[in-house]
């Protein structure tokens, strides 16, 4: 049984910076393609971040050069450094497994099979 556990998050102001981790339980850490969604109140669900098998990364434009995704395969544990928050980054987010790199897109969210239950981000301005 594949189980995506998400910790952290919060609230913070503005500029400021936070952390959500997303452990990985009944899967060959290795072999999977990881990723982070989030999602506001009335808005679709939004690719925030991906890392390949091979360790490649690739994010969404609106978060180049604040946000890092990286992972402790020690720890089975996948991570979303934010820094410099803004306030439209205030979303549920998600972690999410694939097998693979959805064909369609990195973040095709119907390309990946496993997901968290989600921890809440708001930023104040």
């Known amino acids: 049984q594949v189980q995506l556990v998400e910790s952290g998050g919060g609230s913070v102001q503005a500029g400021g910076s936070l952390s959500v981790s997303c452990a990985v339980f009944g899967y060959t850490w290795s072999t999977i393609y990881m990723g982070w969604f989030r999602q506001a109140p009335g808005k679709e669900r939004e690719g925030v971040a991906a890392l390949g098998i091979d360790g490649s990364t690739t994010y969404v434009d609106s978060v180049k050069g604040r946000f890092t995704i990286s992972r402790d395969n020690a720890k089975n544990t996948l991570y979303l450094q934010m820094n410099s928050l803004k306030p439209e980054d205030t979303a549920m987010y998600y972690c999410?497994?694939?097998?693979?790199?959805?064909?369609?897109?990195?973040?095709?969210?119907?390309?990946?099979?496993?997901w968290g239950q989600g921890t809440q981000v708001t930023v104040s301005s």
């Open positions: 999410a497994s694939a097998r693979f790199r959805p064909m369609r897109s990195w973040d095709f969210a119907g390309g990946y099979n496993y």
